[in-house]
């Protein structure tokens, strides 16, 4: 069964810093990987999907990393701000079956 | 094109009570996920419905829980006879129909908060 590790749990930076949350999973036979943000009491917002094929994709500020072999992603939030401020959740995708399989998230807080 | 909706936003209910949670997809999308938010916790499958099916409910508890996504109207998550446990945040995600054999990605909804009393 897959088990999806954040580390760390939670984060707290000063506005400007670069940053890195790392995600790692169990069961390297994925489909894709997936970044949400979530806001206190909101919804997952999608952020960036990486499939199994590729090593990173970027968006912005963001960049995540895949490396499937040793199960890890990283997700290198560049220049934060405190508008970042979120819980990051990182979702696997397996190649067989319907589901993401989530981690517990990291809680950021970007200090002004 | 609004995005995935759910009601009520926000659910109280008294132990016993029965809960329903509805889930209204994207346009165009015939998949409907459920997954619960027990506080402190990662979120987890419950259901994976297309319109009159269900395809996978290996993440439903076997007793008190329900789905159900009719070939009118949104999708219905049933809770019956809650708890306390039940008290959680639960999302609905959609998906278009599939254009390869795995799905892309889901589109999450803003969450239902139950509070069990």
């Known amino acids: 069964k897959q088990e999806v590790t954040q580390i760390p749990a939670a984060l707290s930076v000063p506005e400007g810093e670069n940053l890195v949350l790392n995600c790692s999973f169990t069961d390297s036979a994925i489909y894709n990987l997936q970044w949400f943000r979530q806001d206190p009491g909101k919804g997952l917002t999608s952020l960036l999907l990486?499939?199994?094929?590729?090593r990173e994709q970027t968006s912005g500020r963001l960049n995540a990393s895949l490396d499937k072999s040793s199960g890890r992603s990283t997700l290198y939030i560049a220049a934060s701000q405190p508008g970042d401020s979120a819980t990051y959740l990182c979702a696997v995708r397996p190649v067989t079956g319907n589901q993401f399989y989530f981690g517990t998230g990291t809680s950021l807080t970007v200090i002004p | 094109n609004a995005g995935v909706m759910q009601n009520p936003r926000h659910l109280v209910r008294r132990r016993g009570q029965e809960a329903r949670l509805r889930c209204s997809p994207m346009k165009g999308h015939s998949h409907v996920y459920w997954y619960r938010q027990l506080p402190e916790e990662g979120l987890k499958f419950m259901v994976y419905?297309?319109?009159?099916?269900?395809?996978?409910e290996s993440g439903m508890p076997k007793e008190r829980f329900s789905a159900e996504f009719p070939k009118e109207g949104p999708s219905i998550l049933r809770i019956q006879q809650v708890v306390r446990g039940d008290s959680a945040a639960y999302f609905c995600?959609?998906?278009?129909?599939?254009?390869?054999?795995?799905?892309?990605?889901?589109?999450f909804g803003p969450g239902t908060r139950l509070l069990v009393l």
């Open positions: 995600a959609s998906s278009p129909p599939a254009t390869w054999a795995v799905q892309e990605t889901q589109y």
């Open positions: 990486i499939q199994s094929s590729q």
């Open positions: 419905l297309q319109k009159e099916n269900i395809i996978d």
